[in-house]
């Protein structure tokens, strides 16, 4: 009963993240013993992030092959992963304790996944399990990378939309679980409208792809995508939903966010592409360094910097050496599949971006955050 009751019980009008400063929990971003306050909780949280960062960037055999069969089956991860933090608020995992707790969701998110990504595979030609997990499949098979990677990115992109931008309208009137597969199910729908009606696909013989036309290559989409997001990390997980968070009505919020959020993104690519012209893979790639900066500096390190100006250059100072670090690591290392610049995007959006989601969203910053009891004693004790 009690699950059945978690799973009904409704989500607050709009998400904590981007609510009113006054409406926020004030032990948010609080710790235990020596990691109480930032950035000791920050720096205490790296010893995860770090490993788990490392891992989805090499693991998989290395830079490249992490990058053309863990990049896919991440990307498609993020979806789930923001469905399961931000709309089922860490259930089923949040009824265990918090250590189990993170390695339940953890499992789920892997789960969906591979599910996810077959049926991208689906969408593009046909589901090859070998092409799911082998950076070099062969003829015939269908490799994720870069086939699937428009579609896989246009659904987190639509999901991050919904969620913090569209404050979940109006989907967060449903029960929590319900919500939360409702709004992957739009996010996907959303995405697959996209990928058939702008994307323009060519498909190299034996690739197992099929081909259509379209305006905009995958390439193309992929970087106004990412630099889409980094309009969303900055103005709705950085500055918390400023300068809209404290409009009273609702519809005004939205609208406004979704004009700064779209159209800040387009002009922003714009200028990349149109006047200075950058390659797509360099687009997406400092875009990508913005948006891992962003996490960082706005979840794993919250509450540190007060000042929006502060965050802005902390998160664009952090943004810079992170391009810089790994485009050094990427430019010293040999490729035949993919480019340093791609490794670089894979890096900096999937492996830290994962890790932080994971760590802070999901994992409640196990085991140096507050648990929920300690949370509500110490709300309690600074309670007027």
């Known amino acids: ?63 490249e092959p992490s990058a053309l069969v863990l990049g896919p089956l991440v990307t498609f991860a993020l979806p789930a992963a923001t469905m399961i933090a931000f709309w089922w608020e860490d ?23 591979i599910l996810l990504a077959m049926l991208g595979q689906l969408v593009v030609g046909h589901v090859d399990l070998r092409g799911l997990f082998d950076p070099t499949p062969g003829p015939g098979h269908l490799p994720t990378y870069p086939a699937t990677l428009p579609l896989a990115g246009a659904a987190f992109a639509a999901m991050l939309q919904l969620t913090l931008v569209c404050e979940g309208w109006p989907l967060r009137r449903l029960g929590r679980f319900t919500a939360g597969v409702a709004a ?56 918390r939903g ?16 979704n004009v700064a959020v779209l159209g800040g993104g387009v002009l922003t690519f714009g200028v990349g592409y149109g006047l200075a012209g950058l390659p797509m893979s360099t687009i997406t790639a400092v875009a990508g360094s913005f948006i891992a900066a962003g996490l960082v500096i706005g979840m794993l390190f919250e509450g540190w910097i007060r000042s929006r100006t502060g965050l802005f250059l902390a998160i664009l100072l952090l943004a810079v050496a992170l391009y810089a670090l790994f485009t050094i690591l990427a430019d010293n290392l040999a490729w035949t599949m993919a480019t340093p610049e791609q490794w670089v995007g894979h890096v900096v959006l999937t492996s830290i971006g994962i890790s932080v989601v994971l760590h802070v969203g999901i994992a409640r910053r196990w085991p140096f955050g507050t648990t929920d009891d300690e949370s509500q004693t110490l709300e309690r004790k600074e309670a007027p």
């Open 1 to 63: 009963m009690d699950l059945v009751r978690t799973r009904r019980r409704h989500l607050p009008d709009r998400p904590t993240i981007s609510a009113p400063a006054r409406a926020r929990k004030p032990s948010a971003h609080r710790g235990r013993g020596l990691f109480a306050q930032q950035p000791g909780l920050g720096l205490a949280g790296l010893v995860l992030v770090v490993p788990v960062a490392v891992l989805v960037a090499v693991g998989a055999g290395g830079p």
């Open 91 to 113: 259930w089923p995992g949040s009824s265990l304790r918090p250590g189990w707790s993170g390695l339940l969701d953890t499992g789920l998110v892997i789960i969906a996944a």
């Open 242 to 257: 400023w300068p809209f968070a404290e409009w009273h009505h609702r519809w005004q919020r939205i609208v406004a966010g």
């Open 184 to 239: 992957l199910a739009v996010s996907w729908a959303v995405a697959l409208a996209l990928y058939v009606v702008v994307v323009r696909v060519e498909a190299p013989p034996g690739s197992g792809v099929t081909a259509h036309s379209g305006p905009l290559s995958g390439a193309e989409v992929g970087a106004v995508l990412v630099v889409i997001g980094a309009w969303q990390v900055l103005l709705f997980v950085a500055w």
